[in-house]
């Protein structure tokens, strides 16, 4: 492929969404983005965009060109800055995904990030949506469960964290409290709407509470975690911040499900600097102590 100018410049209509939005961002004429598409796709044989009321949308083949553009475009960008010995001045765009119930471990190395870097705008995702790195998505992932086994990523061991199921004072005293998993046929329960299959807390749940005995779900843990003090029904919540409720009850002790974290990041960007400048957080003594006092 002898056209970069033309690839950065698909790179910037998939990510502004449109003919316009490149130009501004590339500082050129629309005609200019227009030439640039038909020579790319006259290059590729094929169609890299189809235009829709939305805007311009990757085709197959789009997406695999914008995946190579991102991750060209970051190793330039972050061999440019070495050149020029700018180390510290990191700027631009840095993704993060994780799943919305491990963001209390996050946050610390998210603030702590930003202070030392405050050029760079964080964009954080949450969700069980697994981002696909190798396309861009994010430049690192902290997932839950098994460990990640896709050869192209670098994965790391992240703070694993321990759940169980919790009930308020108020719950208890109208339904009784259980003293086995045979008496929790007769209560009701909170959970998430939707969640990851392949966790071992979520087979749980469903081999065991008929989806008749779930009498709320919401895909924010804050609600949940309100829900469960308020009195709804049993839920799960980390056993390492429940106490910190005196209204909250742990049901079940025996039952505690432990989550490995992982973190995950894809081997072509992994020494990049924005991803470097992120690890060196988690891995500070800064982080690890603002981490304990959770």
């Excluded at 690192?140 to 460990?147: F, H, L, Q, T």
Aim: negative net charge; glycine residues 6%.
């Amino acid at each position: 492929m002898e056209h970069w100018s033309e690839v950065r410049t698909a790179y910037f209509v998939a990510q502004t969404g449109s003919i316009s939005g490149a130009a501004r961002a590339l500082g050129v004429h629309r005609a200019t983005i227009l030439r640039h598409l038909d020579v790319i796709e006259q290059e590729l044989g094929t169609k890299v965009f189809l235009r829709d009321a939305k805007g311009y949308q990757l085709t197959e083949v789009g997406e695999d060109l914008l995946r190579v553009a991102k991750l060209t475009n970051e190793q330039l960008s972050d061999f440019a800055r070495r050149s020029k010995g700018r180390q510290g001045e990191l700027r631009g765009e840095f993704i993060l995904t994780s799943l919305d119930s491990i963001s209390d471990l996050v946050m610390p190395a998210v603030k702590l990030f930003s202070r030392q870097h405050p050029k760079i705008r964080i964009r954080w995702l949450t969700g069980s949506e697994l981002m696909k790195l190798e396309y861009g998505q994010a430049h690192v992932a902290i997932r839950s469960g098994e460990k990640p086994q896709d050869d192209d990523y670098v994965v790391l061991p992240f703070t694993p964290l321990s759940y169980g199921l919790y009930a308020s004072e108020e719950y208890l005293r109208q339904y009784g409290a259980p003293v086995n998993e045979q008496d929790l046929a007769a209560h009701q329960f909170v959970t998430v709407d939707s969640a990851p299959e392949r966790l071992a807390v979520v087979k749980w749940f469903n081999e065991v509470v008929p989806s008749e005995q779930v009498v709320c779900t919401s895909n924010n843990r804050e609600i949940l975690e309100r829900a469960i003090i308020e009195g709804i029904g049993i839920g799960l919540m980390q056993c390492q911040s429940s106490p910190t409720s005196s209204n909250l009850r742990r049901v079940l002790p025996d039952l505690q499900w432990d989550f490995s974290n992982w973190i995950v990041t894809h081997g072509d960007l992994h020494r990049t600097e924005k991803i470097q400048a992120f690890l060196t957080i988690l891995k500070s003594d800064e982080y690890k102590e603002a981490v304990a006092t959770l």
